[in-house]
């Protein structure tokens, strides 16, 4: 169980262009979902923390306009990054939470590869 | 806000034992996790500690400390599979995750 999925799993695209990358929950339903940035070689950094009906709450740096969060139901958030640019090509991780009392597992999807050119 | 440390790069020979330290500072803390991230994979989950103490499971522990704000990763047995980055990750009041930097732990025959 507790099972994310993303897609797509990779994306190129070019510098201008907005890619939409979704985060599903497919046995569960997520009262939260939270997306990540990977730069090589570096570790996790969570972008925003999103509730289902809800607008993101986004981290100090990342800009709101620029990466558009969804969550529109308990199984589905996603993710776009609007004109997207070379120093945006990053990996894209998310994960959902049921968020019960006692229980703040996150679960993470396989990621998303993004590379604009 | 968080801050979390752990080492850059470890290095341990197979059928070996590597103890990966972290420590924090906090503003809130809700439990600490080890993730386990192969290159180009996303994190898988090893372990959670919310009280202090050790927490055994097979090949791997983790030790938390809350008062010292630390933890330990340890891995026994260690084989050639368990290269990989180890992340340690402290979640505050909001469920929120906030991750170290991530140890390469690479293992040689």
């Known amino acids: 169980g507790a099972v994310v999925s993303q897609h797509p799993s990779w994306v190129i695209c070019k510098s201008g262009t907005s890619v939409k990358i979704e985060c599903r929950s497919l046995d569960f339903q997520a009262t939260t979902m939270f997306w990540y940035r990977q730069f090589p070689k570096q570790s996790l950094m969570l972008m925003a923390t999103s509730n289902e009906g809800s607008k993101a709450t986004y981290e100090q740096g990342v800009e709101k306009d620029k990466f558009l969060i969804n969550h529109a139901s308990l199984t589905l958030s996603t993710l776009t990054v609007t004109s997207a640019h070379p120093e945006d090509s990053s990996f894209y991780i998310c994960?959902?939470?049921?968020?019960?009392?006692?229980?703040?597992?996150?679960?993470f999807g396989p990621g998303t590869r993004l590379t604009v050119l | 806000g968080q801050n979390i440390d752990q080492p850059t790069e470890m290095t341990a020979t197979e059928g070996a034992i590597v103890q990966i330290n972290c420590t924090y500072q906090t503003s809130g803390f809700n439990g600490l996790f080890w993730y386990q991230q192969h290159a180009g994979e996303a994190p898988t989950f090893l372990s959670y500690?919310?009280?202090?103490g050790l927490e055994e499971k097979g090949r791997f522990s983790s030790f938390l400390s809350r008062s010292k704000g630390y933890s330990y990763l340890l891995l026994k047995e260690l084989q050639m599979k368990d290269s990989a980055s180890y992340l340690c990750?402290?979640?505050?009041?909001?469920?929120?995750?906030?991750f170290g930097g991530g140890t390469r732990v690479l293992v040689k025959p």
């Open positions: 994960s959902a939470s049921w968020g019960l009392a006692g229980t703040n597992e996150q679960f």
């Open positions: 500690n919310v009280l202090d």
């Open positions: 990750a402290v979640s505050d009041a909001g469920n929120k995750l906030t």
